[in-house]
C-alpha cells in the first residue's frame, strides 16, 4: 500500500520569530527495560514512557529475527494487517507531511526537536542528536526510512525493543513473537494522549489562554466522569485511525445541527453533542456558517451573503485573539439569518463549510509571500496547496422564497 507523505497539523502550534514564525511544540518521554509478559502487572508510568526525548531502542534480544526487532511500520503490518492499513490513512502517519519538514532547517529552526518530539518521536527517526553541551550531533541510530513515515507504530507501543499495549481483545496468544509484550490496563486512557495534546501551564497563551488545552477541555467535560476516554471515540473498536476534524463522518457524529423558518427568519442551533472536547478545539480549524439568497437560475446573489464563524480565530504572529466561538462540550451555538428578498422565485441557502487547515493556508501563504532563511519552499508550497483542498461541506439546507 502506497504511503503518502501530509503533514499532521492538528500538533503544529506557532509562534512569533520576526514577522512569523512558528515553533511546534510539543511535549515529554521515557522508556521502562522490564521484560514483557502477557498479563504481567506493571507499574506503567505515563509520564515515563513519554519522557523526551526517548532514548535509542538499542541492541534487540540476541533471540529477535530481523523482523522482530524492526522499527518499521511495514514490518508491523506482517502481522497486525488492519492496525496498519488504518494507520496509513491516518493524520499520524503523515505528521512528517511537508508543512513540518519544510520549516526544519536552522536558523528558522535551530531545535528541531520543539517539534519531532511528538512529530518523529524515536530517536531512530532524528538524523541529529542533542550533545551534553547542548549542540546538535550527528545521531548514529539514524534510521532516515523512518524518517518521513510521521508518528509509527514504536512511537506508542516500543521503549528498548519492549512492546506495550493494552490487553488482548482476543485473549491470551499463544507463542508470541518479540518476546510478547507488557500488557497495560490503562494504555488507552486519555492521559496517554496528554504529552502531545497539552500544553503546560508556562508554554504560548493567547488572550489569557493555552494554545493547546485539549486534554483540559476533556478533563473539564461530562465525559471524564462518564469515564469516556479520547480512544473510545478517537480509536473505536482500537481501530488506529484517529478520526477528527478532517473527517465529515466524524464531526456528523459529533454535533446535531437544527434549523428553523418563521417567515423571513431562519434560526441554526448547533449542539456540541458528542464531541469530548471544545469544537473545534485547536486554532487550525475555522467553520463558516453562511447564509445567501439564490435566484431562480441558481446564482447566488452577492448582496444577500452573510457569514458567521465558529473556531478560534488569531492572526499567524499570535499577536491577538480575534475572536472565540468555539462550542464546549453539551453546549449550543445558536444563530440568526434574516432572508433578504433580493430575488423573487429563488430560494435561501445555508451551508456549513468546515476549513479543517485554515490557520495553516493562511500561514504557509505568509511564508511564501515572505520567505524567511531556512524555509524549504518547494516544501512549504506543497503543505499550502493541500490545506487549501481539505475543506469541506458539513451541512446544507434551501428553503423556497
Known sequence: MERKGRMLVTHVIPAVKGSFLILLFLTTMFISTVQPTIGWAVDFSFKEHWKFPIPPQGDPPKNFSDLEASLDPDDCGSCHETQ??????????????????????????????????????????????MSHNGRLTKNPDYLPELRSQGLICAGCHVRRHVRYGPKPLLGKVNDPPHNSFVEVENFGNSEFCKPCHQFGPGDNRINGKLLQNTYEEWKNSPYLKKGIHCADCHMPERRHLWQGIHSPE???????????????????????????????????????????VFDKNGTEVPQSVEEKFIGWNIPVNLSKEWYDTRIPPGKTLSEKFKINPIATGGKFRIVIRVFPDDFYTRFFKALLDHPPNGIDTTKIREAYNETRKSNYILFEKYWDL
Not at 494507520?87 to 513540518?100: A, F, I, L, Y
Not at 449542539?271 to 445567501?292: A, E, L
Request: charged share 20%; with cysteine.
Open 84 to 129: 496498519y492499513e488504518d494507520w496509513q490513512t491516518s493524520r499520524h502517519s503523515k505528521s512528517m507531511g511537508p508543512g513540518v519538514a519544510g520549516q526544519l532547517h536552522p536558523p528558522w529552526v535551530n531545535n528541531p526537536f520543539a517539534c519531532t518530539n511528538c512529530h518523529t518521536p524515536l530517536a531512530e527517526q532524528s538524523s541529529k542528536k
Open 250 to 292: 466524524m464531526v456528523k457524529k459529533g454535533v446535531k445541527i437544527k434549523t428553523t423558518r418563521e417567515g423571513a427568519n431562519v434560526s441554526l442551533k448547533i449542539t456540541n453533542s458528542g464531541v469530548g472536547h471544545n469544537f473545534p478545539t485547536y486554532v487550525t480549524p475555522k467553520i463558516v456558517i453562511r447564509g445567501s
